[in-house]
């Protein structure tokens, strides 16, 4: 559950979860405006399958665009489509660079809460800790 919120704060923070949100939107309306405008679509369903295979740019062929209206939908729903394409692995990174600083945080703050209550460890503690600040310093 923690991950789905990480993943939510990082659409959130970064403007995608309004950009994800606003294609939807705008699947839903090009649909919408197919049916009323193209003989071969003739279901809202088939609309947004329509939409979907064109924003994805598989172009399966089963249901295509013949006006002229219809056209220009499919070009903007396929270019919408390449740019949310193109936003994933930046989504990706963000969160997988907020991963890796709240590991950083929680390690920083046992090493932290160990230096506090130094003078209460064990020498087994204590050797611990050394050799753990001597992997961090090797790394860094």
């Known amino acids: 559950m923690r991950a789905w919120k990480r993943c939510y ?4 923070r970064t403007g995608t979860l309004k950009i994800f949100v606003s294609f939807l939107m705008f699947l839903c309306l ?3 405006v197919l049916v009323v405008l193209e003989p071969g679509i003739d279901t809202w369903g088939d609309g947004l399958w329509y939409c979907f295979v064109a924003s994805t740019t598989i172009g399966f062929g089963d249901i295509c665009a013949v006006t002229r209206v219809g056209r220009i939908v499919t070009v903007l729903v396929a270019a ?13 990174v963000s969160y997988y660079m907020e991963y890796l600083k709240i590991r950083e945080k929680e390690t920083i703050s046992v090493f932290l809460e160990k230096l506090e209550r130094l003078p209460e460890l064990s020498e087994e503690e204590l050797r611990q800790l050394s050799q753990r600040i001597g992997e961090f310093n090797h790394k860094g």
């Open 9 to 12: 704060r990082v659409l959130k």
């Open 80 to 92: 919408y489509g390449i740019l949310m394409t193109a936003m994933v692995p930046g989504v990706v």
């Open 30 to 32: 090009a649909a919408a």
